[in-house]
């Protein structure tokens, strides 16, 4: 069967991997390319855990083929902030308790990223309807919700 | 039906960058050939084997399939993503359109999923059929045989089932004018947020005054296809709309809706809700109608 060249830009890195048609971004992201970060979750568009941003915009990596993000801008959690820089979102979340096992966080943050990005002062309404495709089965989201309200707040002031 | 939630078959892919060229590789790799523009539909198929193409056609890159312009109504490049239309109606005359993408899924389907993508999968609950078959909606498809163009009425022919020969894609979706006096509204049922449609209902009318004067209603979820109400829409159209009026219709659109059993309701489930969801419908158009004095 024949491979295909997949290069692609993962967090600011130039990258390239021999893919299969079939193969998806999840599993290339994690298998191929070292990103552990991007969680599979259930693997048919449901849960968000897989979320990364493609070209700044969130979508899930389980329903992509890896071939759909050829040549573009893939960002993940790790992308977004690092341990020595948090991203005002990864700090806001911790501070509220927002994660508890923190499978759902990677692809929480991703979302709430691109979020921010659209409308930076979201009311409670429009972060809910952000995050409507990540699933937690933690936090029951209201602290989730609370973290990316005042994550918003802060980057105002 | 099992989802084994991996792709076991192997397939060849291409993302050309031409219409010409998606209908020569159509037309090269045969009935195993199949598009592909979001994948939100066709990747979970293939994942429950439902569909095994041995070739895919990725139409993302195609040059002039992504547009929104407002031209003796307004045309849709059939690759534009669901995003984008959202945005766009948002606000607009075609607020049905918006409140329909708004139910559907999630930011992550809206910024991969395609509005050429919904129609084509041919749902019975895809959720931008009932407003757009209240708008009039014409397609255009693009084949070997060249171009062809008919209302999205007869575009379904059953349960992901459509008029698309093996070579032919769609390009755009034209909506008619809505024109002055109109309103139009889109609801759904769903188990919960952002699920596929129990039952799902459009309507469009313009009124003069206390008087409807032209009126389409449609309904998904409900039949194999989306679909219209004639009678309904003929029952209104001409006449002073009164609570009595309107509750006599929707006595009729349960009559006329031909739904299932399945695991998301009972066929008597949902010919009750069509009712009910018709009626708050026409009134949130009605009161939307411009024009109308109470
Ligand atoms: C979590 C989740 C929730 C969802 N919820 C809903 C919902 O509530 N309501 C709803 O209606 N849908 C829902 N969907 C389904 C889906 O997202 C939409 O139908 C979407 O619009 C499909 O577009 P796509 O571009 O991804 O299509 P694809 O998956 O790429 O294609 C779908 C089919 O259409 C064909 N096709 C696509 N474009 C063309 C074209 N231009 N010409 C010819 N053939 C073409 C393909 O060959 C394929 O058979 C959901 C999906 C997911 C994953
Ligand atoms: S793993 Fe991709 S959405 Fe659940
Ligand atoms: S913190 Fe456990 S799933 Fe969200």
């Known amino acids: 069967m024949a491979t295909y060249k997949l290069e692609l830009k993962l967090n600011g890195e130039k990258l390239s991997a021999q893919v299969l048609a079939h193969e998806n971004l999840l599993s290339v992201m994690r298998n191929k390319l070292g990103a552990k970060e991007v969680k599979n979750g259930c693997n048919k568009g449901d849960c968000g855990a897989c979320a990364v941003l493609l070209d700044g915009k969130a979508v899930n990596a389980c329903l992509t083929l890896a071939l759909q993000a050829n040549g573009k801008e893939v960002t993940t959690v790790k992308g977004i902030g690092t341990e020595d820089q948090p991203h005002p979102l990864q700090e806001s979340f911790v501070r509220h308790g927002a994660i508890q096992c923190g499978f759902c966080t990677p692809g929480m943050i991703v979302s709430s990223k691109a979020l921010l990005d659209t409308i930076p002062n979201p009311d409670r309404r429009q972060i809910r309807e952000g995050i409507s495709g990540n699933l937690c089965r933690c936090t029951g989201y209201n602290k989730i919700v609370e973290a990316i309200e005042d994550a918003a707040l802060k980057r105002k002031s | ?294």
């Open chain 2, 1 to 294: 039906m099992i989802n084994t939630r991996i792709l076991t078959q192997e397939f060849d892919y291409f993302a050309p960058e031409s219409i010409k060229q998606v209908v020569e590789l159509l037309e090269r790799h045969g009935e195993g050939a199949r598009v592909i523009a979001g994948g939100t539909d066709l990747i979970n198929q293939m994942k429950e084997e439902k569909m095994s193409p041995s070739c895919l056609v990725n139409i993302m890159n195609v040059k002039g399939l992504r547009y929104i312009k407002e031209d003796e109504g307004l045309r849709i490049g059939a690759a534009t993503k669901l995003r984008d239309v959202r945005a766009y109606c948002f606000k607009s005359r075609y607020v049905a359109l918006y409140e329909a993408i708004s139910s559907l899924g999630k930011p992550q389907v809206w910024n991969m999923g395609t509005i050429g993508g919904n129609l084509c999968n041919a749902s019975p609950a895809a959720d931008t059929a009932p407003p757009l078959l209240v708008f009039k909606a014409r397609v255009k498809l693009v084949g070997k045989d060249g171009e062809r163009e008919l209302l999205l009425e007869d575009f379904f022919t059953g349960v992901n089932s459509t008029v698309l020969q093996p070579t032919e894609l769609m390009v755009e979706i034209h909506l008619d004018p809505p024109g002055d006096g109109a309103g139009n509204a889109f609801l759904k049922v769903a188990r919960v947020g952002a699920d596929i449609s129990k039952v799902s209902c459009a309507v469009f009318l313009k009124r003069q005054g206390r008087t409807c004067t032209e009126c389409r209603v449609a309904l998904g979820a409900v039949a194999p296809v989306p679909m219209r109400v004639k009678v309904v829409e003929e029952m209104i159209e001409g006449r002073e709309i009164e609570e009595s009026l309107v509750a006599k219709a929707s006595e009729i659109v349960s009559e006329e809706v031909k739904p299932i059993d399945d695991i998301r309701s009972s066929a008597e489930y949902r010919r009750q809700v069509a009712a009910v969801t018709f009626r708050d419908v026409f009134w949130k158009a009605w009161d939307r109608a411009i024009g109308g004095k109470n």
